[in-house]
């Protein structure tokens, strides 16, 4: 197997599926929708770089194709800098099972600043780290999370 140089697997029990206000942002079709809702899982491989990205959180499909602002909307830098600060508070709370849901914080994140991720994966990664704060009720910075 290829070295891997990101992952990130997030599974979750749904405690309480909390369906969002109104969607917005909404270039897609209801039925495009409708089928963002049955696949829970994102991935993403980059041969070249060789690292993957696995995220499995039901919704979160959904989310990005209904509330996320759309790509490039962000610049890469913004997002690669906001996910620094994201990745060292998540990766500190994974470190403190005690303080910190075990359940929500299951894996650290290896995200090194030096490496070119490329932009669809910075945009991925920083809408999971906003749905995540905005569905789990939790605050990874000092920004408050919002789309």
Same mark, same amino acid.
């Given at each position: 197997?290829? &070295?891997?140089?990101?992952?990130?697997?997030?599974?979750?029990?749904?405690?309480?599926?909390? #369906?969002?206000? #109104?969607?917005?942002? +909404?270039?897609?079709?209801?039925?495009?929708?409708?089928?963002?809702?049955?696949?829970? #899982?994102?991935?993403?491989? @980059?041969?070249?770089?060789?690292?993957?990205?696995?995220?499995?959180?039901?919704?979160? +499909?959904?989310?990005?194709? !209904?509330?996320?602002?759309?790509?490039?909307?962000? !610049?890469? !830098?913004?997002?690669? &800098?906001? @996910?620094?600060?994201?990745?060292?508070?998540? +990766?500190?709370?994974?470190?403190?099972?005690? $303080? =910190?849901?075990? &359940?929500?914080?299951?894996?650290? *994140?290896?995200?090194?600043?030096? *490496?070119? =991720?490329?932009?669809?994966? +910075? =945009?991925?990664? =920083? @809408?999971?780290?906003?749905?995540?704060?905005? #569905?789990? @009720?939790? $605050?990874?910075?000092?920004?408050?999370? $919002?789309?």
């Amino acid at each position: 197997m290829k &070295n891997i140089i990101y992952i990130i697997s997030v599974v979750l029990v749904a405690l309480g599926c909390h #369906t969002s206000k #109104t969607p917005h942002h +909404n270039s897609k079709p209801p039925e495009q929708l409708e089928a963002l809702k049955q696949n829970d #899982t994102v991935k993403i491989v @980059n041969e070249a770089v060789e690292y993957e990205i696995i995220i499995i959180e039901p919704g979160f +499909n959904f989310w990005v194709a !209904s509330r996320a602002k759309p790509r490039g909307f962000y !610049s890469q !830098s913004f997002l690669e &800098n906001r @996910n620094q600060l994201f990745v060292i508070e998540w +990766n500190q709370r994974v470190l403190q099972p005690g $303080r =910190y849901n075990s &359940n929500l914080y299951e894996m650290q *994140i290896d995200y090194q600043p030096d *490496i070119d =991720y490329g932009y669809e994966v +910075n =945009y991925l990664l =920083y @809408n999971y780290f906003i749905y995540f704060q905005l #569905t789990y @009720n939790q $605050r990874l910075g000092p920004f408050v999370p $919002r789309i």
